[in-house]
């Protein structure tokens, strides 16, 4: 790529006002070209793979696919195009995920727009951009569950039925109670509501 083409982006963030403020700050950046701003995750991955652009630049929470669901997405499609989580969870264990999905990048939303622009500079150029206090506590916070505890958990606190998280994973009904109950342990909580709070709260889910 020659110095004079700029870094291509696209962005997913499902809040309108976010949206549009990091669209625009980010316009204002002449080596920054946004291609696309998207309301959720799934027009996000539709956006990277009808432009294959440099950098996707998402939130986490979002309608349709999560930010981490995109970055994984990216990974296993096998594309070039780098991931740079933008958002306002603060959690450890919500990093310690997005870099097992391959992200470069994450940062904070209260963080100054030149920060942000450098960052993206610098992960389009191959290097990381971690909050450096969340990178410490990343590594101080071990995330207990595995990653079939973590499904059938989400599920649960989210309201499914046992005989519905079974049909939809493919999984005895035993089984699923199996899977819940460790997860309950692992938190050391009093029921499957209380597992769930407990591992939204540090980013487990």
Same mark, same amino acid.
């Given at each position: 790529?020659?110095?004079?083409?700029?870094?291509?982006?696209?962005?997913?963030?499902?809040?309108?006002?976010?949206?549009?403020?990091?669209?625009? %700050? #980010?316009?204002?950046? &002449?080596?920054? $070209?946004?291609? @696309? =701003?998207?309301?959720?995750?799934?027009? !996000?991955? /539709? *956006?990277?793979?009808?432009?294959?652009?440099?950098?996707?630049?998402?939130?986490?929470?979002?309608?349709?696919?999560?930010?981490?669901?995109?970055?994984?997405?990216?990974?296993?499609?096998?594309?070039?195009?780098?991931?740079?989580?933008?958002?306002?969870?603060?959690?450890?264990?919500?990093?310690?995920?997005?870099?097992?999905?391959?992200?470069?990048?994450? %940062? #904070?939303?209260?963080? &100054?727009?030149? $920060?942000?622009? @450098? =960052?993206?500079?610098?992960?389009?150029? !191959?290097? /990381? *951009?971690?909050?450096?206090?969340?990178?410490?506590?990343?590594?101080?916070?071990?995330?207990?569950?595995?990653?079939?505890?973590?499904?059938?958990?989400?599920?649960?606190?989210?309201?499914?039925?046992?005989?519905?998280?079974?049909?939809?994973?493919?999984?005895?009904?035993?089984?699923?109670?199996?899977?819940?109950?460790?997860?309950?342990?692992?938190?050391?909580?009093?029921?499957?509501?209380?597992?769930?709070?407990?591992?939204?709260?540090?980013?487990?889910?």
């Amino acid at each position: 790529m020659s110095a004079r083409e700029p870094i291509r982006i696209v962005l997913a963030e499902d809040q309108a006002m976010v949206r549009g403020a990091l669209a625009a %700050l #980010l316009g204002l950046e &002449p080596d920054l $070209q946004v291609l @696309e =701003a998207c309301a959720d995750g799934g027009a !996000g991955w /539709r *956006a990277v793979q009808a432009h294959s652009p440099d950098l996707l630049v998402t939130d986490i929470e979002m309608p349709g696919l999560t930010g981490l669901e995109l970055a994984e997405k990216v990974r296993a499609a096998g594309l070039a195009t780098r991931v740079v989580i933008v958002t306002t969870f603060a959690r450890a264990g919500y990093l310690r995920r997005a870099l097992d999905a391959g992200v470069r990048g994450y %940062l #904070l939303k209260d963080a &100054p727009a030149e $920060q942000l622009a @450098e =960052a993206l500079r610098q992960v389009h150029r !191959g290097g /990381r *951009a971690i909050d450096p206090q969340l990178a410490l506590a990343a590594w101080d916070e071990v995330d207990p569950l595995s990653e079939r505890e973590r499904q059938v958990l989400r599920l649960a606190g989210e309201g499914s039925k046992s005989a519905d998280i079974a049909e939809q994973l493919g999984l005895s009904q035993g089984t699923v109670r199996n899977y819940l109950s460790e997860a309950i342990g692992k938190l050391g909580a009093e029921n499957r509501i209380e597992a769930y709070r407990l591992a939204r709260q540090r980013g487990w889910l």
